[in-house]
């Protein structure tokens, strides 16, 4: 890179890639660095939602390749009761999901940003340059070349959940908000097109004991399926189990239909989730922290893609409007952003994970639940972000329905 450009984003998975579009799409001059190279493996379900598609949808994706596979609902086990939900009728959401895995995704997103404008570099790693706390620069290693130093006007840092260079900027996560840890693989499968995602609420170890955790099936329609196991640090007990445990137990139980061989394809990989926009700040005086970086995974259902895409849609607008107005200060407009977007949505999300942590009240909920159809359908279009316009003033209204469905009067006493 000759010069600096006026937008440098760090990192090129969906936060990074998204913004960096945005960005060019607005006539911004942006380029993003990222530390690998595509197609790069990422610890993922590789399940997108159908806010997701919409996100990638409006970036000109294209679902019509043959090694995207459509997905029409979900399918939700807790032990042995079963519920198979399509996705919801939506105004402005598909009724559809989609999988494919994230090597291919991230690539493609970027290659969408590149078309549009942007300035793509690979196997490129960003350090944050700070004097006395202020971002002034950015230095750019690539191996074997020599360090070049750039000094752009702004910066989106993308760089996922660990966000080395956040910290550098002095982010931290917030220790009492919710935070999730997962594992998957990959397994051949001869039902791999089968139209459902799929979840298990109830994992027990070889004793019935339950498991403070849940496992998902996600088909990828190409010969296998990635499976995987997640718990969050709200669930009783969560320290004392590891995510590969309750991925084995999960196998151990796993429906027939899937018809799994005995090993995976490679050995299965985990990762963090921080959720409910627990990391912050989420600005400085030149940068902005999005995706993952700024914690923004959904503590519903574990979804971080979609959310790092709408981050780096938001941020991107909001840098484009201090560019052209020359006015920093227009970076704090983004806290409010995110502020009006998720904020309500969250503070219930967070009861919820709490409530969950609980393991009487997460039986009474996936034995129960499970077993009335409108509830469950409902469940799923609030886990999953899909309320209309019209009915998500009803945030707190989802909670107290949540507490009266249980009946239980342990809820009432978690604080958001
Ligand atoms: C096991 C598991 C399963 C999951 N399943 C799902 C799922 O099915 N659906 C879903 O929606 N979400 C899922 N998630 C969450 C989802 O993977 C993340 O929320 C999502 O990847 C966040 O995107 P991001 O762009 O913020 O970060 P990332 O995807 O992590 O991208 C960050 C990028 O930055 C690069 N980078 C890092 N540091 C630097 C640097 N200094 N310089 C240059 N580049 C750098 C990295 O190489 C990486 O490519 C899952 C997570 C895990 C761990």
Same mark, same amino acid.
């Given at each position: ?37 595509? /197609? ?5 379900? *590789? $399940?997108?939602?159908? !806010?997701?598609? +919409? %996100? @990638? ?94 000094? /752009? ?5 993308? *760089? $996922?959940?660990?966000? !080395?260079?956040? +910290? %550098? @900027? ?247």
């Amino acid at each position: 890179m000759s010069s600096s450009p006026q937008v440098l984003v760090v990192g090129g998975g969906p936060g990074g890639a998204s913004a960096a579009f945005w960005l060019a799409r607005q006539g911004a001059d942006v380029t993003l660095v990222e530390k690998k190279r595509y /197609p790069r493996e990422k610890a993922c379900g *590789d $399940g997108l939602t159908p !806010r997701a598609v +919409r %996100q @990638l949808v409006d970036m000109g994706f294209d679902f019509d390749r043959p090694d995207v596979h459509r997905i029409v609902g979900l399918r939700s086990y807790a032990g042995d009761v079963m519920l198979e939900m399509p996705w919801p009728e939506h105004s402005v959401y598909p009724n559809w999901g989609a999988t494919l895995r994230r090597s291919d995704l991230d690539g493609r997103v970027a290659a969408l940003a590149e078309a549009e404008g942007a300035t793509v570099l690979q196997g490129v790693e960003a350090v944050a340059v700070v004097e006395n706390g202020d971002l002034t620069g950015v230095e750019l290693r690539r191996k074997g070349e020599e360090t070049q130093v750039v000094t /752009p006007q702004y910066v989106v840092v993308a *760089d $996922g959940s660990l966000s !080395r260079f956040g +910290r %550098q @900027l002095g982010t931290y996560r917030r220790r009492d908000y919710p935070f999730g840890l997962a594992v998957r693989g990959y397994w051949e499968s001869p039902n791999s097109t089968d139209g459902y995602i799929e979840s298990q609420l109830d994992i027990r170890d070889r004793e019935g004991r339950a498991m403070p955790g849940y496992g998902w099936v996600f088909p990828m329609g190409d010969g296998t399926i990635n499976i995987g196991a997640g718990l969050v640090s709200t669930f009783k007990g969560w320290k004392d189990v590891n995510t590969s445990r309750i991925l084995d137990a999960y196998l151990a139980e796993l429906p027939e239909h899937w018809q799994i061989a005995e090993n995976p394809i490679s050995r299965p990989i985990g990762g963090k989730l921080p959720m409910a926009l627990s990391v912050g700040p989420k600005t400085g005086r030149n940068w902005v922290l999005v995706g993952d970086a700024a914690g923004a995974v959904n503590p519903f259902n574990g979804e971080g893609i979609d959310y790092a895409y709408e981050t780096g849609r938001l941020a991107a607008g909001i840098i484009v409007d201090a560019l052209a107005t020359g006015d920093a200060a227009t970076l704090s407009r983004y806290d409010e952003a995110l502020e009006a977007e998720y904020a309500a949505y969250h503070r219930v999300a967070r009861i919820f994970a709490s409530a969950i942590g609980n393991p009487t009240i997460m039986h009474t909920l996936t034995t129960v639940g499970l077993r009335s159809r409108p509830l469950m359908e409902w469940v799923l279009k609030v886990m999953a972000n899909l309320l209309e316009p019209e009915e998500q003033g009803m945030a707190e209204h989802v909670y107290v329905a949540l507490e009266r469905a249980v009946s239980l009067p342990g809820l009432r006493r978690i604080k958001a």
